[in-house]
Nanobody, 126 residues
Framework: VQLQASGGGLVQPGGSLRLSCAAS????????MAWFRQAPGKEREFVAA???????FYTNSVKGRFTISRDIAKNTVDLQMNNLKPEDTAVYYC?????????????????????WGQGTQVTVSS
């Protein structure tokens, strides 16, 4: 089972990026798929998740700016990031766990996820 993240880069404040996570090895339709991020010197933090037929959950700091979506046929999960801010700068990781989340606290915990991608760097700077 492998998760491959891509799409990171350098963007100016207010700009947009679209991250993509391709899953291989099994069908992830029965999995909760999530994006986390880790800034230098900080712990890895939850960003957004999608599960079942398209239920989603976002951390407050990205609500209204980020959109997570999945394409079950392609086994991919995307994160559209708009109106990016310097504080969004981090390495972004996709992650997966089988089943549905057990609440907003559960979904944020890195230890709940069984599979992780390698990370992709997002830098927001002028």
């Amino acid at each position: 089972v492998q998760l491959q993240a891509s799409g990171g880069g350098l963007v100016q404040p207010g700009g947009s990026l679209r991250l993509s996570c391709a899953a291989s090895g099994r069908t992830f339709s029965a999995y909760t798929m999530a994006w986390f991020r880790q800034a230098p010197g900080k712990e890895r933090e939850f960003v957004a998740a999608v599960w079942s037929a398209g239920s989603t959950f976002y951390t407050n700091s990205v609500k209204g700016r980020f959109t997570i979506s999945r394409d079950i046929a392609k086994n991919t999960v995307d994160l559209q990031m708009n109106n990016l801010k310097p504080e969004d700068t981090a390495v972004y990781y996709c992650a997966a766990v089988r089943g549905v989340p057990y609440g907003s606290s559960w979904i944020r915990q890195t230890e709940r996820y069984d599979y992780w991608g390698q990370g992709t760097q997002v830098t927001v700077s002028s």
